[in-house]
C-alpha cells in the first residue's frame, strides 16, 4: 500500500525513537524512506542603519545547523541501511517546517509522512504550536503520527 515514507526529524529522542519506529514500518511492508530535516532560514535583521547580528555570527550559526543537520540525517540513513531499507536524505531550510516537510512530501512523491508528536497540550499546545498538527490539516497525503 505504501511504497515512499517521509520521516521528518529533529534529532530529539522522541524524533529517534520514531525514525526506528519507521525504518522497522518501511522493512516490513517494503517501502523506501526519504528522511527530511528543516533547518532555519538565517536572515539578517536590521535596525536602523546597522545591523543586529555581525555577519560572522550568521555564518557561524549557518556552519553549526548545516552540521547538525548533516549528524541528524547521516544517524537516520545509517539506521535503515542497517536494516537493509532504501533509504535518502534531504535537508531543507525554512522557517516553516510544516510547509518544508508537505512540499519535499510532495516534491519527492512519498505516499505517506511518518512523524513523531511530542504530544503538547494546553497553553503549552497553543502556545508553541504544533508542526505535527499542521501537517495533520494541511497534508493531501496520509499521516501516521508516532507518540
Given at each position: 500500500m505504501f511504497r515512499h515514507l517521509l520521516v521528518p526529524t529533529d534529532g530529539s529522542e522522541l524524533s529517534r525513537?520514531?525514525?526506528?519506529?519507521?525504518?522497522?514500518?518501511?522493512?516490513?511492508?517494503?517501502?523506501r524512506i526519504t528522511f527530511f530535516h528543516a533547518e532555519p532560514r538565517h536572515t539578517v535583521s536590521f535596525w536602523g542603519n546597522e545591523g543586529i547580528t555581525d555577519p560572522?555570527?550568521?555564518?557561524?550559526?549557518i556552519r553549526r545547523d548545516d552540521q547538525r543537520a548533516t549528524s541528524i540525517?547521516?544517524?537516520?540513513?545509517?539506521?535503515?541501511?542497517?536494516?537493509?531499507?532504501?533509504?535518502?536524505?534531504?535537508?531543507?531550510?525554512?522557517?516553516?517546517p510544516f510547509e518544508a516537510i508537505i512540499?519535499?512530501?510532495?516534491?519527492?512523491?512519498?505516499?505517506?509522512?511518518?512523524m513523531a508528536s511530542h504530544g503538547r497540550r494546553g497553553i503549552a499546545g497553543l502556545l508553541l504550536g504544533s508542526e505535527t498538527h499542521k501537517v495533520l490539516t494541511h497534508s493531501k497525503i496520509p499521516v501516521l503520527v508516532v507518540r
Open positions: 525513537a520514531t525514525v526506528q519506529r519507521a525504518v522497522l514500518f518501511a522493512s516490513e511492508i517494503g517501502a560572522g555570527t550568521r555564518e557561524a550559526s540525517l547521516a544517524a537516520a540513513s545509517a539506521e535503515a541501511v542497517a536494516a537493509g531499507v532504501e533509504a535518502s536524505a534531504i535537508a531543507g531550510k525554512s522557517d516553516s512540499a519535499t512530501s510532495q516534491s519527492q512523491g512519498c505516499d505517506l509522512i511518518f
